[in-house]
Structures are given as structure tokens and as C-alpha cells.
């Protein structure tokens, strides 16, 4: 643009899902989107990818320029000297330079075939659950959620990274099983489908309001996105599952405007087949079904029971003193489990009245607790930055 005169610009495109980070010099434009460094060329108007021995870059939250350097700092934690001319780099480990350094607040969690999974920001972290050791995997993004199905994981990976995969039995590293439209970019919530064999994962669209079913089936490798399946202002923050039937729980992040909505869906088909707009303050924070019965949690601490079958609210409660905030739930050894930012409790299946399993659990989440399961009914999440499990016999 001519700051002379504001109508006089030129407009390209970058290619990419987003810019994130720019800087400049006399003959260039510098800048990063979700695959890397690019030099937009002022004389020619062209743009180039910045190579560098291979390096991945990962998510960049920092580029300058220098003295013919281009200078980038990863969100995997190093700072890269790319020269420019020889395309070559020099890459300094901010841990080890002598930056501070502590854990990660967590993202999801996932439990299954032997491991436990943490995802964070760059990383997911495999616990072995028999000796202890960690493995870190270097991978683009956030896992915000995770399932093991047949000991294998998926996650729904943040920013616009769609479902990745990671099979310890194989030899391959994580990777991506499964992209999606770049303004669906915030997953939520993941579930599993047995019905149907699907990964299902709720979305929000941080760009375009409203959010996204994504599916994805990993016998064929198929996947499929439902935009706006709730409205075009609710994003879907939990995802339940009975007998083939997918329900998914509305959130809305804006003043106007329903933001407790029920969808009753049918992933394989993409059709609505029934719903419930909930009169609650909060939006749906998270959801499980047990028998007949789908059990949800709002963001201001309100508990409902829908019956499935009579589609109907046939319980609610008041839970702020355990559950004042963002929550997330389980269905474990037939009983339905609820973690918040301070508490893990249970309910009574006949009652539906909530006890507490654990206080103070207080977990290191970044956007909200997670909760999962194993297949001997040992439960994962976090106390503090602190992996842990129960193993909540009664």
C-alpha cells in the first residue's frame, strides 16, 4: 500500500490457511502461514517457500529480519537462523540456551493399548502405563482432543490440522489422516462411534462463527464435515453417542442468540434427526450417554438428563459449587464421571445426584479440563500439571 496514497495497493494471494507473522526488508516480505516461511517478492510480486535442510518450522510465533537472517521462533520451543541466501540454518533449543522452563498446561487426553496420551502445544506425550516412560512426539499444532480405538490414536488437532493418527504398533510417526475446510479450525471434543465405525469431533469456527461435525473413518480412510449442523452461531463443544445416533451440545460465544441447543444426528447419512434447545444460562460444555439417558453439563454449572428415547429433560441440577466452568464427561464402568477445573465427581445412575470422587483435583488445562478412560476402567486426567489415574472402585 502507498501510504501516500491509501488507494493505491496491490493484493495477492499467500496460498495458505492464514498469515500469522510478517516482517520485512527494502526488497521482501517475510512471512508464515501453517506450512512455513514464505518471501513475497515487492519487485516481481511472486512468492517463494523458504527451505531450510528440510526444517520444520512448525507453528511460528515470532519471524524478524536481519542482515540478509531470517530469524523465527517456533512454538516448538527453538529460535532458527535461516540464511537466506545459502538456505541453510542455525537452530538454538530455547531450553537448553537457559530460557525457563516448566511443563506445558495440557490439552486432551487419551488412554488405551498399554499408553496414555497428553497433548499439548508442538507435542503429544506417550506415557507407558507399565514402565513409565515418556515419549514426545514433535507434532504441528495442539491436540485438543483424543480417542484410542483399537490401540490406536486419534486426535483432532488445532490450528486447522484436522484428525491426525499415531499406531505404536507401526513404525510411522503422527500424522495426518484426515484435513477439513482451514475456517473450521478448533476442535473440541472427539468420540468415538461404534456403531458406525467413525471418529466423530465437534469444531468451532474461531473465523466464521457457528462450528462443524467433522467424521472420519479409518476403515476406508473416508472423512466428511457438517457445517453449521446446530446453527450458524453455535459451535458443537460436545459430541455423544447411542446406538448410531451422534448428539451433539452448542455453545455460543456471542451475546445474541440460542446457546444450549441438543442436536440429535445421524454422521453417516449428515441429517438432523431431532433436537432440544435447553433453557440454560450456559452453553453445553460437555456430554456422555449411559443407557437411555444422555447426561450433559453447561458452562455455568447446570446439569441436565435428557431421555433418549422420550426425547425429553427429565432432570436437571444445580452443580456451580463442583462444576462452575468449563467440564468434560465420561461414561466408566457404568457410571457416568464429570471433571472440572477443581473437582472429579460421579453420578447416581438412579438418582442422578453428583458425589465427589476427588477434590481439589485442580488440573494444568489450557482450555478446559479432559477426562478419558482405558479399557480396565482406570480414569486419566490431570492434577495440576500432573498425569494421574483413579481407579474409582465403590
Known amino acids: 500500500m502507498d501510504l501516500a496514497e491509501y488507494s493505491s495497493y496491490t493484493v495477492t494471494s499467500a496460498g495458505g490457511n492464514m498469515v500469522k507473522t510478517m516482517a520485512a526488508d527494502t526488497e521482501s516480505v517475510y512471512f ?8 513475497y517478492s515487492m519487485t516481481t510480486g511472486e512468492i517463494s517457500r523458504i527451505d531450510a535442510e528440510g526444517l520444520d518450522l512448525g507453528e511460528v510465533w515470532g519471524v524478524d529480519h536481519r542482515d540478509g537472517t531470517l530469524v523465527v521462533v517456533s512454538a516448538y520451543g527453538f529460535v532458527a537462523e535461516i540464511d537466506l541466501t545459502a538456505r541453510t540454518a542455525v537452530v538454538t533449543d530455547l531450553g537448553e540456551a537457559g530460557a525457563p522452563a516448566g511443563p506445558q498446561l495440557g490439552m486432551g487426553i487419551a488412554a488405551g493399548g498399554g499408553y496414555v496420551y497428553t497433548g499439548g502445544t508442538g507435542t503429544i506425550a506417550r506415557h507407558d502405563v507399565r514402565t513409565g516412560e515418556v515419549v514426545r512426539f514433535r507434532v504441528p499444532g495442539e491436540a485438543k482432543d483424543a480417542e484410542v480405538v483399537d490401540g490406536v490414536l486419534y486426535t483432532g488437532q488445532y490450528n486447522a490440522q484436522g484428525i491426525w493418527s499415531y499406531d505404536p504398533a507401526g513404525g510411522r510417526l503422527p500424522h495426518q489422516v484426515a484435513s477439513f475446510a482451514a475456517e473450521q479450525n478448533r476442535p473440541l471434543d472427539t468420540c468415538w462411534d461404534p456403531h458406525h465405525g467413525l471418529l466423530l469431533v465437534g469444531v468451532q469456527s474461531d473465523t466464521e462463527g457457528g462450528g462443524s461435525l467433522w467424521t472420519y473413518d479409518p476403515a476406508s480412510g473416508r472423512s466428511a464435515i457438517h457445517v453449521n449442523p446446530v446453527d450458524d452461531r453455535q459451535l458443537i463443544r460436545a459430541v455423544a453417542t447411542r446406538q448410531g445416533v451422534a448428539f451433539l451440545g452448542g455453545d455460543n460465544l456471542q451475546d445474541q442468540g440460542p446457546r444450549a ?6 454422521p453417516r447419512r449428515g441429517r438432523e434427526l431431532w433436537r432440544l434447545d435447553l433453557d440454560q444460562q450456559g452453553g453445553v460444555a460437555a456430554m456422555t450417554v449411559l443407557g437411555r439417558h444422555l447426561y450433559g453439563l453447561s458452562r455455568r454449572g447446570e446439569f441436565f438428563v435428557i431421555d433418549v428415547p422420550r426425547r425429553r429433560v427429565v432432570h436437571t441440577a444445580d452443580l456451580k459449587e463442583v462444576s462452575p466452568g468449563f467440564a ?5 464402568r457404568g457410571v457416568v464421571y464429570g471433571v472440572s477445573d477443581t473437582t472429579l465427581f460421579r453420578f447416581d445412575r438412579r438418582t442422578f445426584a453428583a458425589s465427589t470422587v476427588v477434590s481439589g483435583i485442580n488440573g494444568g488445562w489450557y482450555s478446559g479440563p479432559h477426562l478419558n478412560h482405558d479399557e480396565h476402567g482406570h480414569l486419566y486426567t490431570l492434577r495440576g500439571t500432573n498425569l494421574v489415574r483413579i481407579d474409582d472402585r465403590r
Open 261 to 266: 441447543t441438543v442436536v440429535a444426528f445421524d
Open 32 to 39: 508464515t502461514d501453517e506450512t512455513g516461511a514464505h518471501a
Open 328 to 332: 468434560a464427561m465420561v461414561t466408566n
